[in-house]
């Protein structure tokens, strides 16, 4: 499958501050990529590499074949969407009239609003003013609005930060929209459970190195003890090995109707993280 970035050997060194160390990755077209660390681990900085922000002190960054001096060119940026946190959003005219503006100045058609309000989920508040929104719709808004030229890949740093459940879900799902229609994402976060949701492959930043990069079921398998805990219905867990050995003992509390739940004891990404870096994502 053709390689949408490609990253080899990237390093970006601040004064005497290294916030990336030879950083190795490709994101697939159509894939929704997942670059995961603690705050100061690098991820903002990869970003505004990959979005022509930001030269690298050495190595390469290619996106849709161009190199990352050209990264700032308008033929590139045309291509992409990235929802940062500044919002530059007229309070005082609603979701719809801010949208307008946006399409009268980057001359794309008004209709498209319509698409991105159904996206985000955002179809029966348009008339609304930005000054009367809450913190989840507005973040609504901005995606909104960085989607309206239709981009090809979309970068997110993190996109449900600050955000409740509910809105975190809202984003969630217009994301998977987005990736069914084949729009490639980029996607930072410290949240284990959206990168679990969301990512086909993620890659764990730890003080600006790649520790891991895979699928996330590769690496629950990879770091599964293999055991399974049983459920009975006195109250006990049982914690058994896997293999023919647990099987046994399973069948034997089954056939007695004893038991109120099977688990196997698959890690979550964050008991991953921690196995690896030894650190709590913050
Ligand atoms: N302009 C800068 N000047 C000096 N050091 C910087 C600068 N920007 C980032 N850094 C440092 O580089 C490292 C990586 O920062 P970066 O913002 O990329 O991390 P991050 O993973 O995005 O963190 P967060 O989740 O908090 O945004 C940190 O140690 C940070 O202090």
Redesign the pocket.
């Known amino acids: 499958m053709e390689n949408v970035i490609e990253v080899n050997k990237l390093e ?1 060194v ?2 005497t ?4 160390a030879d950083v190795n990755f490709q994101v697939k077209k159509g894939e929704t990529f997942g670059f995961l ?12 590499i990959l979005t022509g922000q930001l030269r690298p002190t050495s190595g390469d960054a290619q996106v849709f074949g161009h190199s990352n001096s050209a990264l700032n060119h308008q033929s590139y940026r045309q291509r992409i969407g990235v929802l940062t946190d500044n919002s530059g959003l007229y309070q005082r005219l609603s979701i719809y009239d801010n949208l307008k503006l946006y399409c009268d100045l980057y001359h794309v058609p008004v209709q498209r609003i319509g698409e991105v309000l159904q996206l985000v989920n955002l179809t029966d508040e348009k008339k609304k003013l930005v000054s009367k929104l809450s913190k989840g719709m507005l973040q609504r808004v901005l995606l909104a609005r960085t989607l309206l030229h239709e981009p090809d890949l979309l970068f997110l ?2 996109p449900t930060s600050a955000l409740d459940p509910a809105n975190s879900k809202q984003i969630h799902e217009g994301l998977r929209r987005l990736n069914e229609n084949g729009t490639t994402v980029f996607l ?1 976060t ?1 949240d284990m459970s959206e990168a679990e949701t969301l990512c086909d492959r993620v890659a764990f ?1 730890h003080k ?1 190195k790649i520790k891991l990069l895979d699928e996330p079921k590769n690496l629950r398998r990879k770091y599964s003890d293999s055991t399974i805990t049983l459920e009975l219905k006195d109250g006990r867990e049982i914690v058994l090995p896997g293999g023919s050995e647990g099987a046994d003992v399973v069948y034997q509390y089954l056939s007695t109707n004893q038991v109120v739940s099977i688990h196997s004891n698959e890690p979550t990404l964050g008991d991953i993280f921690v196995d690896i870096t030894g650190r709590e994502l913050v």
Do not use: M, R, W
């Open positions: 970006k601040y004064g501050q290294t916030a990336l660390g603690p705050s100061g681990s690098g991820k903002t900085t990869t970003i505004k740093d993190e930072t410290h930043l600006g």
